[in-house]
Nanobody, 121 residues
Framework: QVQLVESGGGLVQAGGSLRLSCAPS????????MGWFRQAPGKDREFVASITWTGSGLYYADSVKGRFSISRDNAKNAMYLQMNSLEPEDTAVYYC??????????????WGQGTQVTVSS
């Protein structure tokens, strides 16, 4: 069964950093674009960042640009999201996804179960 597994979430104070990891299992995703999305309570799931399968194309939501950095290691079949200067507004469940790429959730066929990120003020 194809599965994406996120890790690295937790509780951090505002201004702090976290690094999320996404480790697919069951198949390789090296030829897929991958992305990070987040969903806060009562809100729709929103795009955070995406990366092309080569790693050469990086895209970010305006709200995280300059603070978050997406990367992937195809040799390890893994993807990462380095989050710096975290703000309480970044509190959400973060999901990794694999698919065609871009900012729309419908472009991604595979999703993880999510990892909670909580930023305290």
């Amino acid at each position: 069964q194809v599965q994406l597994v996120e890790s690295g979430g937790g509780l951090v104070q505002a201004g702090g950093s976290l690094r999320l990891s996404c480790a697919p299992s069951g198949r390789t995703f090296v030829t897929y674009a991958m992305g990070w999305f987040r969903q806060a309570p009562g809100k729709d799931r929103e795009f955070v960042a995406s990366i092309t399968w080569t790693g050469s194309g990086l895209y970010y939501a305006d709200s995280v640009k300059g603070r978050f950095s997406i990367s992937r290691d195809n040799a390890k079949n893994a993807m990462y999201l380095q989050m710096n200067s975290l703000e309480p507004e970044d509190t959400a469940v973060y999901y990794c996804a694999a698919g065609a790429g871009g900012r729309a959730t419908r472009a991604y066929a595979y999703w993880g179960q999510g990892t909670q990120v909580t930023v305290s003020s």
